[in-house]
């Protein structure tokens, strides 16, 4: 079972921590000399874009200043890419005490500060909190990434640290894994923001995260392929199938070529970096039930083994075919409650799954 830091933030049982409060929407405390947001002291990592505002940041998932290529009509994208799914604000400093400032957080979440790839702090906070405040962290000089709440945008206006604390540039230069995916990769049910699959997954591997998980939003759309042909990377990995089988956006017909545009596109920019193709997880009745175009999950695991197949055949030796059940399947059923998204058990077993299958059976080596 997780451990809970309060009813808005559960942890894996492995994350033995500290657990601090805001005692409202503002905490009354003796104020602290700030950072802004966008100082440059500050690293913003898993952004694609930062909007600023009057006083505040707000990270994206996407470049902001082109939701018309990335998120045209009413496709709904561009809400998720406001949600930081994975981002972190990270600084080097001896503080014992931060705090992040924000615009007003519009529902009841939870930040993680981690150290070293281990959550030390957890804040749960209530709808319009103002400040997330973390106490008790380790004395002495350290690299701290907080970690934003993937449910919700988040303006941040600064980060607060003691009287006499030193802040100091700590660049992330771990190696770049760029994830691609569903709500199902967003996360926004995990226990915690670390605690996201693709947290687990990056937290363990020492790996520097950037998670393109859109919730409803994964559609093997090519602006975002061309996303991450054109950023850095040394793994990639997309898991693609459950929002097309939803909304039912491609047909038998269309769906494997989409596949296959999305893998060569990505091989445009990064012909030889590591790349996981995932089918889709365990998904209850959808396992056999066509949906209105007449696709089943099982038949779309199919096409996505026959795209990564199809690449292989042409001597790509750095494409790896991960079958969704691997990572999750109906003996999880119990961490599937709506029948569609892990809770937060889930989501961890998941990411544990995934380094299991990814870096042990099939053996990926990244940074080789």
Not at 113 to 139: D, H, K, M, W
Not at 259 to 275: C, E, F, K, M, Y
Request: hydrophobic content about 40%; glycine content about 10%; aromatic content about 8%.
């Amino acid at each position: 079972m997780p451990l809970y830091c309060s009813s808005h933030c559960a942890l894996g049982t492995s994350d033995k921590l500290p657990v601090s409060y805001t005692s409202g929407p503002n905490s009354e405390r003796t104020p602290m000399p700030t950072i802004a947001a966008n100082d440059p002291r500050l690293t913003w990592s898993g952004v694609i874009s930062l909007k600023e505002g009057s006083g505040w940041v707000k990270p994206w998932r996407i470049p902001h200043g082109d939701l018309d290529l990335y998120s045209p009509g009413e496709s709904g994208l561009a809400g998720r890419a406001e949600m930081p799914s994975g981002v972190r604000v990270r600084l080097a400093t001896d503080a014992e005490e931060l705090v992040v400032g924000c615009e007003p957080l519009v529902e009841d979440g939870c930040f993680d500060l981690c150290i070293g790839g281990q959550i030390v702090a957890a804040t749960s906070y209530a709808a319009g909190a103002t400040e997330v405040r973390f106490e008790g962290l380790p004395a002495g000089e350290k690299s701290v990434e907080v970690w934003l709440s993937p449910a919700m945008p988040v303006a941040v206006r600064h980060i607060a640290l003691p009287e006499g604390a030193r802040c100091e540039k700590s660049e992330d230069n771990r190696l770049k894994w760029v994830t691609y995916g569903s709500s199902i990769t967003h996360c926004r049910t995990a226990g915690s923001p670390a605690t996201t699959w693709p947290g687990v997954v990056a937290r363990a591997q020492d790996f520097n995260l950037t998670s393109l998980g859109f919730g409803g939003q994964c559609h093997a759309d090519p602006f975002i392929a061309r996303l991450i042909r054109d950023l850095p990377a040394d793994f990639i990995s997309v898991k693609i199938g459950i929002n097309i089988y939803g909304a039912a956006s491609l047909g038998p017909r269309a769906f494997r070529p989409a596949v296959l545009g999305t893998i060569a596109t990505i091989r445009d920019g990064h012909p030889h970096t590591p790349l996981v193709v995932c089918s889709p997880i365990w998904g209850h009745d959808r396992e056999t039930t066509p949906n209105v175009v007449g696709l089943t999950l099982e038949q779309m695991r199919v096409e996505v083994a026959e795209a990564v197949e199809s690449f292989k055949r042409r001597g790509d030796e750095n494409v790896y075919y991960i079958d969704g059940l691997k990572l999750f399947d109906e003996s999880l059923a119990e961490y599937l409650p709506d029948n569609l998204h892990p809770d937060a058990t889930g989501y961890v077993l998941m990411g544990e799954n995934f380094l299991k299958e990814v870096f042990g059976v099939q053996g990926v080596e990244v940074g080789t």
